[in-house]
């Protein structure tokens, strides 16, 4: 089986601006080009975080395959623990942690996500978030580090499940982006 996790395309304004913009106009032609990636593949399951911008990255594969988004919570951004002025703070300080270092919530947070990659049952493509990526990326290779690696927007990180456990097959794109 086949799992994909893109982060979504650029937003129309940044996480310490917006609890949940849309895409920017770079981030409409970002998803869009998602299409090219997947042009040659039968058409999936699709599953996005219930935020706008993830959604939004979703809709040109989904019509492009002619299937419905599914929304999942467990793949929504992680849940910001302080009063929205604090988070750019609270998300660095997060960033440079371990897992052992995080709240129980947080733990919570990546347990559901790590057990909603784990439930799949057919190939699927999730939209999703920097941190989500992570979270995931992290419990598949055993790092303690919170932050394992920079996808850069639309960015596909495609991970295999033979059966025997959920393996990394290829990461995306990395790059700088702005994640704040």
């Known amino acids: ?21 849309p895409l920017s106009e770079i981030g409409r ?8 990636y997947f042009n040659e593949n039968r058409p999936m399951t699709i599953v996005s975080s219930p935020l706008l911008r993830a959604q939004e990255t979703a809709v040109p594969l989904a ?8 929304t999942d919570d467990s ?8 009063a929205f002025e604090e988070r750019v703070l609270w998300l660095k300080e997060i960033m440079q942690r371990t897992w052992d270092q995080v709240d129980g919530a947080l733990m919570e947070w990546r347990e559901a996500a790590w057990r909603a990659v ?3 049952d057919s190939d699927t493509v999730i939209f999703s978030h920097f941190m989500v990526i992570n979270a995931i990326l992290s ?7 919170v932050v ?11 991970l295999i499940d033979r059966g025997n456990g959920i393996e990394l097959f290829d990461l995306g794109k990395e790059l700088d982006t702005t994640v704040l």
């Open 139 to 145: 419990m598949i290779i055993d790092s303690q580090r």
């Open 75 to 82: 793949f929504c951004e992680l849940p910001s623990l302080v």
């Open 29 to 36: 032609k970002q998803a869009q080009s998602v299409c090219g």
């Open 1 to 21: 089986m086949d799992i994909y996790l893109i982060r979504h395309g650029e937003a129309a304004a940044r996480w310490s601006q917006s609890r949940d913009a």
């Open 118 to 120: 784990n439930s799949l």
């Open 63 to 70: 019509s492009f395959w002619g299937v419905e988004v599914e």
């Open 148 to 158: 394992v690696f920079e996808p850069d927007y639309v960015s596909i990180t495609r």
